[in-house]
């Protein structure tokens, strides 16, 4: 690990410590750690995506759902608002440069959830990607694992 901001950065820390509070206790649990893993493969980052795979199996979800993450549009094992919620993921995770998030994006979400649900949810898309952030740049490694 290059640095840990946790130790050098104890505010800025703090902070983004304070917007996980906000973020894991608004949007259901199993729905943000697939939102976490789908932004953390994304991003390509080694320590989220391990960190929020075996947090997700701890809570029961099965490893055939955790890996079909990265393929969600194809697979029969996702609701349609889990796919709506991943699509969002995928948009805010990946801002296009002319468009943001699209209306097809935003109006499949808004199908499936409320205002305040959308907005929790992209709390929590900022969330995590605040995390991955701060964890490829820092190096931070996934523990070892038997």
């Known amino acids: ?15 983004v410590l304070g917007l996980e509070a906000y973020a894991s206790q608004s949007v259901p649990k199993e729905l943000y750690e697939l939102v976490k893993l789908r932004a953390s493969i994304l991003n390509g980052c080694s320590f989220c995506t391990d ?22 549009n194809d697979s029969p094992l996702f609701t349609d608002a889990e796919r709506a919620a991943l699509r969002l993921t995928d ?18 979400a808004a199908d499936e959830f409320s205002e305040e649900e959308i907005g929790n949810l ?5 969330t ?3 995390w991955n952030r701060i964890a490829i740049p820092t190096q931070l490694e996934p523990p070892v694992r038997d």
Do not use: C, Q
């Open 1 to 15: 690990m290059r640095m840990n901001l946790s130790k050098t950065h104890k505010k800025g820390y703090a902070a």
């Open 51 to 72: 960190m929020h795979s075996h947090d997700a199996m701890e809570m029961g979800m099965s490893t055939a759902k955790l890996f079909a993450v990265a393929a969600y």
């Open 91 to 108: 948009a805010v995770t990946r801002l296009d440069p002319a468009t943001g998030v699209s209306d097809e994006v935003w109006d499949a």
């Open 122 to 126: 992209i709390l929590a898309i900022a």
């Open 128 to 130: 995590i990607n605040v």
